[in-house]
């Protein structure tokens, strides 16, 4: 079993940077693929990043490509979201998930989640 809990969410103004930080337990964790995805108010749930378990493969969505970084240290058991030049389109609350089938295949684990908020 592996269990997610992200941090590092808060209000930042427009243009602004955060970095999303996911502590997971779990001895499995270093094998597993990461990912990030968010939920704006009213819409469903969406990709934003991914990570497979070196972290030498990584996948954006087009809307954060060039703005968001992904990134990994299995020592700590961590996963990180590097966000910078952050718009108020990108407020939502951040899930940090983890699973077996690669970074682009379904998630086993996911974390209750952060809430990011930009403000324009």
């Known amino acids: 079993q592996v269990q997610l809990v992200e941090s590092g969410g808060g209000l930042v103004q427009a243009g602004g940077s955060l970095r999303l930080s996911c502590a997971a337990s779990g001895r499995t964790f270093s094998l597993l693929a990461t990912g990030w995805f968010l939920q704006a108010p009213g819409k469903e749930r969406e990709f934003v990043a991914a990570i497979n378990w070196s972290g030498a493969i990584v996948h954006y969505a087009d809307s954060v490509k060039g703005r968001f970084t992904i990134s990994r240290d299995n020592a700590k058991k961590t996963v990180y979201l590097q966000m910078d030049s952050l718009k108020p389109e990108d407020t939502a609350v951040y899930f940090c998930?983890?699973?077996?089938?690669?970074?682009?295949?379904?998630?086993?684990?996911w974390g209750k989640g952060t809430l990011v908020t930009v403000s324009s």
């Open positions: 998930a983890a699973g077996r089938n690669g970074p682009l295949g379904d998630m086993n684990y």
